[in-house]
């Protein structure tokens, strides 16, 4: 194997610079990887000359590797990490090179932004959906400002649905797994005008029990139950011309394990009801889950996020002189609840009957419309560009809900049966955006791009703050803010050889300013200001001669002004709030490396490693410890503050080798990551272990016989896949997410680990 990178100098970059832009592909006929075609800045370009932190998985990765949903993705990538999060609809928690943010208040804005075929997520509520059908999903690192707009200083990650293929073809799927999992999909595809109309009817059913044996019933909890239907069009009348239409349906109403108590002796709760209740305190509680494996849960009442989803998507393509005009519009609208018990702690009886001792009951509806529109030049000169506007209208209200637990009060927040937290609030958010990025060939190999985007924000919050027993308004609080912020970026790259791309890139990211939807006085809903993310990145995609090794270097270093931090402030009624202040200023920093190897046709390994370190340059904060020597006073806590959900090192192996067996395919593949240990509860004073998440070492793997029409000269394509995940976990659940909901007082949300299941596909 020869390897001809062009100059010395130019192989010591490559091997020093430790950061990625990588993506997993199918082999080719003769072995070695094949060329990959991304959309990371809104054009089709080789993967190995984008000058842009992305990593596109196939739909061929995700199929061999079991990627159900799209929190799995995190298993290939470095310096990413997503978890669902339990307390919103179906909502993605996602932090990336250890930017996060993923509060379930609508009023707060993401971090890291998230595209489904091409329309951009006001929230990431709704973002977990099933990855079949999918044809590729690309996770975009670092701030994408100048194309993606803000709330992307994390980075982006863009989800395509495969479009009508225009043939006529029908697809099934079945599954049985651990836990009384069994999932169903059907698409069924129809040219409905040859060449010109082409359809896509599907439907997806998802189900199972959860992991867990309720403490109170010895039986199991309820888990996954969720129906989607969909269909898409694709209108191609001309050559010149396409639009693509999806309708997509869905109704959740799975649940999900309660939460764990993790309150010490004489902590809280622990000190208040420890006697009265032992599921108050950690051992009697957490400790017992985790002795089980985390099988065993604790919970006054059922954990559940319904959430029900109309969504369109509208996808028009004109190719016009030297250049494509694109318009994507968007519309969707949601209702969800959330319902659980927010200590781990069974329920207290004091005379009256059981009753949960804190409970959350969270109705509220959201819906979104956005418009974009650009034009893509195809210049023959050395000048290309992409300019276009944007718009983006949003909604949401929450409301109160009468007593569960009878009685005449109505609230959100129940305590022993009586509601403490009684609102009505709402927001509208309109942005209007123009944005244009623009790339100059200076020589046959070098080019610089520069991009800009200008956008104005304006929201408007009500919040009235309600009496529980007869809905009056104690007190009420509307504000307007209008943020304009400018992002950019600015690129230099170079095609040094014909197997090794460099660059290097300045770019700012803007996180929208807001207010505080869980404020509990007028006085408190804000606002806060945007925040601002410098991000600076080397990279390198280099590869060998033959076409069997390609591996991607980068580096990157990020400066945080003006950070919003969200701190929690204990009510003395059993209750908090959660403020968020432009509080802190922080660096991060590190590498990525990713690559694969394809030694011949049926055999390929890939890889990723991710280091990451930060620090807080300032964070001030109100010292809310009882008792400490600045009880009441604003200090500076950066040399204690946690940056959460930053570990520090991420490592992924995996391949697949393919044997072939007369007419059929046998592919055995397995993945490998490795999670360091990270901050992921509040952690200012001081550092808890308890706001810690352990590290982890999760590994998959599967079996898949693929039998096709053409060999076999049967009527279908069939494929069956044996598969098991975190195979190597010590029980069927593991600590999951702790969270900090009182300096004295810390809870875990469970997650699921080892579990088994097969999967059967055909294809007429």
């Not at 190995?48 to 993705?73: D, K």
């Not at 804005?109 to 059908?133: E, H, K, M, Y």
Request: glycine fraction near 10%.
């Amino acid at each position: 194997m020869s390897i001809k990178f062009g100059s010395s100098s130019a192989v010591l970059c490559a091997l020093i610079f430790g950061v990625t832009d990588f993506a997993y592909a199918q082999t080719t006929a003769g072995g070695g990887v094949d060329e990959i075609v991304v959309t990371a800045r809104k054009r089709k370009e080789n993967l190995q000359s984008t000058p842009v932190a992305v990593t596109a998985l196939t739909e061929g990765v995700l199929e061999r590797n079991q990627a159900q949903e799209l929190t799995q993705v995190e298993n290939f990538i470095p310096n990413v990490e997503l978890e669902s999060v339990n307390f919103s609809g179906n909502a993605l928690g996602a932090s990336i090179r250890g930017l996060s943010f993923s509060d379930l208040e609508k009023s707060f804005d993401p971090t890291v932004g998230v595209s489904i075929d091409g329309v951009f997520l006001a929230w990431n509520t709704g973002a977990l959906f099933d990855l079949d059908d999918v044809e590729s999903v690309e996770v975009l690192r670092g701030p994408q400002g100048t194309l993606y707009g803000r709330n992307t200083i994390g980075g982006t990650i863009n989800v395509r649905r495969k479009r009508p293929s225009g043939e006529a073809n029908l697809r099934t799927s079945t599954l049985f797994g651990s836990h009384n999992q069994f999932d169903f999909k059907v698409f069924a595809e129809l040219p409905v005008v040859e060449d010109v109309l082409a359809a896509k009817l599907y439907y997806i059913h998802n189900e199972s029990d959860s992991f867990t044996d309720s403490f109170v019933t010895g039986e199991n909890d309820p888990g996954k139950d969720s129906d989607t239907f969909g269909a898409s069009f694709l209108f191609t009348p001309t050559e010149n011309f396409d639009a693509y239409l999806a309708l997509d349906y869905q109704d959740d109403n799975s649940f999900y394990p309660p939460i764990l108590n993790l309150t010490e002796q004489g902590e809280g709760i622990c000190a208040a009801l420890g006697a009265l209740e032992p599921s108050a305190c950690r051992e009697g509680s957490f400790d017992i889950a985790e002795d089980s494996g985390f099988e065993t849960s604790f919970g006054a009442i059922p954990y559940t996020a319904p959430i029900e989803t109309f969504a369109a998507t509208l996808e028009m393509n004109w190719e016009v002189g030297n250049g494509t005009i694109t318009s994507v519009t968007g519309f969707r609208d949601s209702e969800e609840t959330l319902e659980e018990e927010n200590t781990g702690t069974l329920p207290i009886d004091l005379g009256a009957g059981p009753v949960p001792l804190i409970a959350a009951y969270r109705p509220q509806n959201s819906d979104q419309f956005s418009q974009e529109i650009r034009f893509s030049s195809d210049l023959d000169g050395p000048f290309n560009f992409v300019l276009g506007a944007y718009y983006l209208d949003t909604h949401y209200d929450i409301f109160p809900v009468d007593s569960p637990f009878g009685g005449t009060d109505s609230g959100q927040i129940f305590s022993l049966g009586a509601a403490v937290q009684s609102y009505y609030a709402e927001q509208d958010t309109r942005v209007a955006s123009i944005f244009g990025e623009g790339t100059y060939n200076l020589t046959d190999t070098l080019r610089i791009t520069g991009g800009l985007r200008y956008s104005s924000e304006k929201k408007e919050f009500l919040r009235d703050f309600l009496n529980p027993a007869d809905g009056s308004v104690d007190a009420s609080a509307q504000a307007q803010e209008t943020f304009n912020d400018p992002t950019w970026r600015v690129i230099i790259d170079n095609q040094f050889t014909d197997n090794l791309f460099g660059y290097a890139s300045y770019s700012r990211g803007i996180r929208s300013g807001g207010f505080n939807g869980r404020a509990v006085t007028p006085d408190a809903i804000g606002p806060y200001q945007p925040e601002t993310l410098d991000s600076f990145e080397v990279g390198f995609r280099a590869q060998t001669s033959d076409n069997k090794l390609r591996f991607n270097p980068t580096l990157f270093y990020s400066k945080y002004d003006d950070k919003q931090e969200e701190l929690l402030f204990g009510l003395g009624d059993n209750t908090t709030a959660t403020i968020v202040f432009n509080a802190a200023s922080a660096e991060t920093y590190g590498a990525e490396l990713e690559g694969v190897y394809v030694p011949n046709e049926n055999l390929n390994f890939r890889f990723a490693v991710g280091l990451l370190e930060w620090k807080y340059n300032n964070f001030t904060a109100l010292d809310t410890r009882i008792g400490s020597s600045t009880e009441g006073q604003v200090i500076d806590i950066s040399d204690t503050a946690q940056l959460r959900r930053a570990p520090k090192f991420t490592f992924a192996l995996g391949g697949d080798y393919i044997l072939p067996i007369g007419n059929a395919d046998l592919t055995f593949t397995a993945n490998y990551k490795h999670t360091d240990s990270f901050v992921a509860g509040a952690a200012l004073f001081e550092l808890d272990p308890r706001a810690i998440k352990p590290s982890t070492d999760v590994v998959d793997i599967s079996v898949t016989l693929d039998t096709y029409k053409e060999d076999t000269g049967l009527p279908i394509d069939l494929s069956v896949t044996a598969f098991g995940k975190d195979v190597l976990a010590d029980g069927v659940g593991r600590n999951g997410r702790p969270f900090n909901a009182l300096p004295d007082f810390y809870f875990t949300n469970p997650e699921i680990a080892r579990r088994w299941g097969i999967e059967f596909k055909t294809s007429f």
